[in-house]
């Protein structure tokens, strides 16, 4: 019985010992290989003093060890804490303190670069070196990671495992720490379970159909939930994960072809540019990829046309979640002639409830905040009492008999249903505009923009205004670097929406700044405003 992380590599280690199982580059790994070098870097890691629920730091780029690491760390009983290659030192030395991290797996670019940063890390003991190059003044004990990931105990794999690890961890204990940017302030930890990790695995694979003959390409990062959770549903179901980091999108279109991948998860901005003539998606025939799906904001319905056409045997999956509970809605590739806007409904497993302001449920038409109830609601974040409390509530439709068994998660996230139940996004509860008296979604500010066919990245965000509230400003990134015409694509949007929605001022800009996990960053074009 799988009920941890570590579970879903043993199982289809002892089931499929010679099937590929990962990949990443010209390096390709077994299911017994990778079960063999997690084995010995979790017993290293046991020796290096991990004990139930450490958290453990994995400060790599995406490549094999990454992925090995978070298998050892599960199995050797601690939590597993990915960080962003692309952080600077002080914001992994925030990372460190926030959640007392007592280990770091790191490689030798980054220490170098994180050194100087060592001694104000209190919490850490140990350093774990991916390195083929002596690594000298290091201020603490620190391990080989070949040397642990080769280490006796790891010896070949047989049916049992060869001196398997007692687990010392159950499905609620904690598995990992996923640091997100959220609206304001430093990153915050959100603490997810083995049951949770588990769960959305399951779910995801059921709908996605997932099973042992896929070969599932891994773009998004692994500290991202939605790229973790591809790593999970490959290796739950034997399936091949193909890691790649790319710089064109004519690479990703070379790597589907030469894998024969067969399924892809991407972020809207990674769709518009795999949209684009020069990505050569249009000019090849990709008959292995039976599907792609979007998280982390809406697709861009001039997008969703393209992809549309130049994959017309693959299916489209629409989907929404958040951090704090993964996954939320699914919109079936079989609405998407019906709903193309719409964010879905509920994944299995699970319930999403729209509660207004009273607290009660909302009509269909009427908005509400998203709140989601079921398995993959995390365990909160790490350190902060207070937004818990306002983030995870107990579930205001049970009896209370039965409700403080129970934690739902209130999402921030405005939506409405149609009369089929179908939900929609409006957008963030922080971030609508308030402009003459509306309340105006910056999305559909968005997506109207997008229509005009002039840009390749938008993103709307209020300025405060002493006459409006708020008057609204829209930073677009034009198609293929082509000169816009600011003022035509102002003209466009008055024919096309209210005037209160119309943005007073279009700025352009050569890239929108991005989170870790590849979304827009809009407090960051806050901050670039003085907001």
């Given at each position: 019985?799988?009920?941890?992380?570590?579970?879903?590599?043993?199982?289809?280690?002892?089931?499929?010992?010679?099937?590929?199982?990962?990949?990443?580059?010209?390096?390709?790994?077994?299911?017994?290989?990778?079960?063999?070098?997690?084995?010995?870097?979790?017993?290293?890691?046991?020796?290096?003093?991990?004990?139930?629920?450490?958290?453990?730091?994995?400060?790599?780029?995406?490549?094999?060890?990454?992925?090995?690491?978070?298998?050892?760390?599960?199995?050797?009983?601690?939590?597993?804490?990915?960080?962003?290659?692309?952080?600077?030192?002080?914001?992994?030395?925030?990372?460190?303190?926030?959640?007392?991290?007592?280990g770091l797996i790191?490689?030798?670019?980054?220490?170098?670069?994180?050194?100087?940063?060592?001694?104000?890390?209190?919490?850490?003991?140990?350093?774990?070196?991916?390195?083929?190059?002596?690594?000298?003044?290091?201020?603490?004990?620190?391990?080989?990671?070949?040397?642990?990931?080769?280490?006796?105990?790891?010896?070949?794999?047989?049916?049992?495992?060869?001196?398997?690890?007692?687990?010392?961890?159950?499905?609620?204990?904690?598995?990992?720490?996923?640091?997100?940017?959220?609206?304001?302030?430093?990153?915050?930890?959100?603490?997810?379970?083995?049951?949770?990790?588990?769960?959305?695995?399951?779910?995801?694979?059921?709908?996605?159909?997932?099973?042992?003959?896929?070969?599932?390409?891994?773009?998004?990062?692994?500290?991202?939930?939605?790229?973790?959770?591809?790593?999970?549903?490959?290796?739950?179901?034997?399936?091949?994960?193909?890691?790649?980091?790319?710089?064109?999108?004519?690479?990703?279109?070379?790597?589907?072809?030469?894998?024969?991948?067969?399924?892809?998860?991407?972020?809207?901005?990674?769709?518009?540019?795999?949209?684009?003539?020069?990505?050569?998606?249009?000019?090849?025939?990709?008959?292995?990829?039976?599907?792609?799906?979007?998280?982390?904001?809406?697709?861009?319905?001039?997008?969703?046309?393209?992809?549309?056409?130049?994959?017309?045997?693959?299916?489209?999956?629409?989907?929404?979640?958040?951090?704090?509970?993964?996954?939320?809605?699914?919109?079936?590739?079989?609405?998407?002639?019906?709903?193309?806007?719409?964010?879905?409904?509920?994944?299995?497993?699970?319930?999403?409830?729209?509660?207004?302001?009273?607290?009660?449920?909302?009509?269909?038409?009427?908005?509400?905040?998203?709140?989601?109830?079921?398995?993959?609601?995390s365990l909160g974040?790490?350190?902060?009492?207070?937004?818990?409390?306002?983030?995870?509530?107990?579930?205001?439709?049970?009896?209370?008999?039965?409700?403080?068994?129970?934690?739902?998660?209130?999402?921030?996230?405005?939506?409405?249903?149609?009369?089929?139940?179908?939900?929609?996004?409006?957008?963030?509860?922080?971030?609508?505009?308030?402009?003459?008296?509306?309340?105006?979604?910056?999305?559909?500010?968005?997506?109207?923009?997008?229509?005009?066919?002039?840009?390749?990245?938008?993103?709307?965000?209020?300025?405060?205004?002493?006459?409006l509230g708020q008057?609204?400003?829209?930073?677009?990134?034009?198609?293929?670097?082509?000169?816009?015409?600011?003022?035509?694509?102002?003209?466009?949007?008055?024919?096309?929406?209210?005037?209160?929605?119309?943005?007073?001022?279009?700025?352009?800009?050569?890239?929108?700044?991005?989170?870790?996990?590849?979304?827009?960053?809009?407090?960051?074009?806050?901050?670039?405003?003085?907001?």
């Amino acid at each position: 019985m799988d009920f941890l992380v570590h579970h879903l590599l043993r199982t289809s280690a002892l089931r499929y010992p010679e099937k590929e199982a990962l990949v990443h580059k010209d390096q390709r790994l077994t299911y017994r290989e990778v079960a063999q070098r997690v084995n010995g870097l979790a017993h290293g890691l046991r020796r290096a003093g991990v004990q139930l629920g450490d958290r453990v730091g994995i400060y790599l780029a995406p490549s094999l060890p990454q992925v090995i690491s978070i298998f050892g760390v599960a199995q050797a009983g601690g939590a597993f804490v990915p960080i962003n290659e692309v952080l600077f030192p002080n914001q992994v030395r925030h990372v460190v303190n926030d959640c007392s991290m007592k280990g770091l797996i790191i490689d030798e670019t980054k220490l170098a670069n994180l050194s100087a940063l060592l001694p104000e890390m209190p919490s850490l003991e140990f350093l774990v070196l991916v390195t083929n190059e002596a690594v000298v003044n290091i201020p603490l004990p620190s391990y080989r990671f070949d040397e642990l990931c080769g280490h006796s105990a790891s010896g070949p794999l047989g049916d049992p495992p060869c001196d398997p690890l007692r687990d010392v961890a159950i499905g609620h204990d904690l598995a990992a720490i996923l640091y997100t940017s959220g609206s304001t302030g430093r990153p915050k930890g959100i603490m997810l379970s083995h049951a949770n990790i588990l769960a959305g695995a399951s779910i995801v694979s059921t709908y996605l159909k997932i099973t042992g003959s896929d070969r599932i390409l891994g773009i998004l990062p692994l500290t991202f939930d939605a790229g973790l959770n591809q790593l999970t549903t490959a290796f739950q179901h034997g399936g091949a994960y193909v890691m790649m980091s790319f710089v064109f999108a004519r690479e990703i279109v070379r790597t589907l072809l030469k894998e024969k991948i067969t399924g892809l998860a991407g972020v809207p901005t990674l769709w518009s540019l795999l949209a684009q003539p020069n990505s050569g998606m249009a000019d090849r025939q990709l008959p292995h990829l039976r599907y792609i799906t979007n998280t982390g904001g809406a697709m861009p319905q001039s997008v969703l046309t393209v992809l549309r056409k130049v994959l017309p045997t693959t299916e489209i999956y629409l989907m929404y979640g958040l951090t704090e509970a993964f996954r939320s809605t699914y919109l079936p590739p079989e609405e998407l002639d019906r709903r193309p806007t719409s964010i879905g409904k509920a994944i299995p497993n699970t319930e999403i409830m729209v509660v207004n302001e009273a607290g009660k449920l909302c009509k269909p038409g009427e908005p509400g905040e998203l709140v989601h109830r079921g398995p993959t609601v995390s365990l909160g974040y790490w350190g902060h009492p207070e937004l818990n409390e306002r983030v995870f509530r107990p579930n205001p439709f049970l009896p209370p008999e039965q409700s403080v068994f129970e934690r739902v998660c209130y999402s921030g996230d405005m939506v409405k249903t149609d009369e089929d139940g179908f939900i929609y996004f409006i957008g963030r509860r922080d971030a609508m505009i308030k402009t003459t008296g509306y309340r105006v979604s910056p999305t559909e500010v968005e997506e109207i923009l997008f229509q005009s066919g002039q840009i390749q990245g938008a993103a709307v965000i209020g300025i405060p205004d002493e006459v409006l509230g708020q008057h609204i400003k829209a930073f677009v990134v034009p198609k293929n670097g082509e000169p816009l015409d600011s003022e035509g694509l102002l003209a466009f949007c008055t024919d096309r929406m209210p005037r209160y929605m119309v943005p007073k001022t279009i700025e352009l800009i050569d890239a929108l700044p991005k989170t870790s996990s590849g979304k827009v960053d809009y407090p960051a074009l806050r901050r670039r405003e003085g907001l």
